[in-house]
């Protein structure tokens, strides 16, 4: 089975300063990883994802997550945080396509992030 | 892309009651899916949908659950005798063309807040 852990339920930086939202994850197989970001009353927007290729994957308004085999991980950064970045973060895994299996995305639990003026 | 539209935005039903929540993708989009998230916890795959069938479902997904694609372009969800462990924010998403699998990049509607009282 494949799972999500996002350990931070909140995440709170100064405007200005380097942001981390943390994930890890757990896949049989190679794993595609996503990102999302929803803000209130909006649905889910994706932000990046990570499929093969070069283990630093860029995405929108800035953001980039890195993707680390040995650590299970793909934890969210940004170089400096805006308040507009405020909202809550959803890491996704599913395993990679392979003519077989389950591709249901599984999240983890969210993570918000309350970046302060 | 266009946006998911999900209707109603929030409803309140006593227990045992049916629901139906709506979702509105781009009709010629081939994959689709719900999701939900109960207050605090993951956001959690039911079921997804290709091809008008259903081509996975979770274990959440029972007998109480049935989705439709009645009119080529809505795509619905129904509880047909709600518990109160159905209140959940749920998600409808659909795959984005040009992905070869259709379900690597999902775009998500805004929810629709159940509510069992």
């Known amino acids: 089975a494949q799972s999500v852990a996002q350990p931070e339920d909140q995440v709170n930086v100064a405007e200005g300063n380097p942001l981390t939202v943390k994930c890890t994850y757990s896949v049989s197989g190679n794993p595609y990883l996503f990102w999302y970001v929803q803000y209130p009353n909006r649905g889910l927007q994706f932000l990046l994802k990570?499929?093969?290729?070069?283990?630093l994957v860029k995405g929108s308004y800035g953001f980039e997550a890195e993707f680390n085999k040995s650590q299970t991980s793909f934890h969210l950064k940004k170089p400096s945080a805006l308040v507009s970045d405020s909202a809550l973060y959803f890491c996704?895994?599913?395993?990679?396509?392979?003519?077989?299996?389950?591709?249901?995305?599984?999240f983890g639990k969210g993570t918000k992030l309350s970046v302060i003026p | 892309e266009p946006e998911v539209t999900q209707t109603p935005s929030h409803q309140v039903t006593q227990m045992g009651q049916e629901v139906i929540l709506r979702c509105v993708p781009i009709s010629n989009h081939l994959y689709f899916y719900w999701y939900r998230q109960i207050l605090g916890q993951k956001v959690e795959f039911l079921v997804s949908?290709?091809?008008?069938?259903?081509?996975?479902k979770s274990e959440i997904f029972d007998d109480q659950f049935s989705v439709e694609r009645p009119d080529g372009s809505n795509f619905t969800l129904k509880i047909r005798s709600t518990k109160l462990e159905d209140s959940a924010m749920y998600f409808c998403a659909r795959g984005n063309r040009g992905d070869p699998s259709g379900a690597n990049v999902l775009t998500f509607g805004a929810g629709s807040r159940l509510t069992v009282l």
């Open positions: 949908f290709y091809n008008n069938e259903i081509s996975e």
């Open positions: 990570y499929i093969t290729g070069d283990n």
């Open positions: 996704a895994v599913r395993a990679a396509y392979s003519g077989a299996g389950s591709y249901q995305l599984t």
